[in-house]
């Protein structure tokens, strides 16, 4: 396990990409073949090729790489397809995560009131109708018009389908429900008019900018695992969204959990946790 962790970290330098071809190549012949022969299962399977370049793994991505492969591990042990446990002796650190930082309901009015055109409004307006919901991306892209009865919005956030399943309901606020109304479309089963979860953040960052949101931040580097001073509008993107549903109200309301049963987050959430750090600097602002 210690020679995987170590395959992961190093993964990247192996990698680059042709300058002619635009195609991705692998300097080290060991784990070439072994690409070869995996994309090669893969293309018999009809699944699609990773074409990004391999990027350094953040200490957070190592430790959820080897949790997932952890689990299934415990699944073969349990079915009988291996005695051996390689985790015996195998120690998974503990994640890290800095502060969350995220827009307070008056910055989110100020992003709403900001004049601008085309894509980039089009955008803002569905990055105000998630904050006002609290839904990650990857659920917010698959709600339909059937996920709303009697102004509520009822779904089962996609993190909790196969663990545990939690029913999520968000009643729905003037401006979610003015947005919805603005954006009908009888044609489309999508609730708005999406584009490539990359595109969105490029315009939610865009938003920031125009809209002036460019105050300093404190974020954690994920690789350094230093804090760097940063504008707001360099940080933003779609899970921004779900942090200033979750930590606007989080110091309003005497129970958390009742935050918790409209985002799906479970019971007892290290999550919310964090969320107590951010009152002091919200505060000094």
Known sequence: MDDFRSFLISEHEYWSRDEKTNRLKCSNRRYNKAYTQVNDECLKLGLKLEKRCPEPRSKNTLNNILVRLKTFWIWCIKHGYTERNPFNKFTI??????????????ERHQLEEAELDGM???QRDIFVFQCC???????????????????ILTYTPRKTKDNNPVLAEVPLNATAKALLEKYYDPNRDALFPFISQQRYNDNIKKTFKQAGLNHRVAVLNPLT????IKPLYEV???HMARR???????????????IGSMTGHAEGSKAFARYRKVEMELKSR
């Open 93 to 106: 650190e503990s994640a890290e995560y800095g502060t969350p930082y995220y827009i307070t309901i008056d």
């Open 120 to 122: 980039v409004a089009v």
């Open 133 to 151: 919901v609290g839904c990650r991306v990857g659920d917010l892209y698959k709600l339909t018009y059937a996920n709303i009865v009697d102004g």
């Open 244 to 258: 200033a549903f979750v930590g606007g109200p989080y110091h309003k309301v005497q129970d958390p959990s009742a």
């Open 236 to 238: 933003a993107s779609s």
């Open 225 to 228: 695992r230093q804090h760097e």
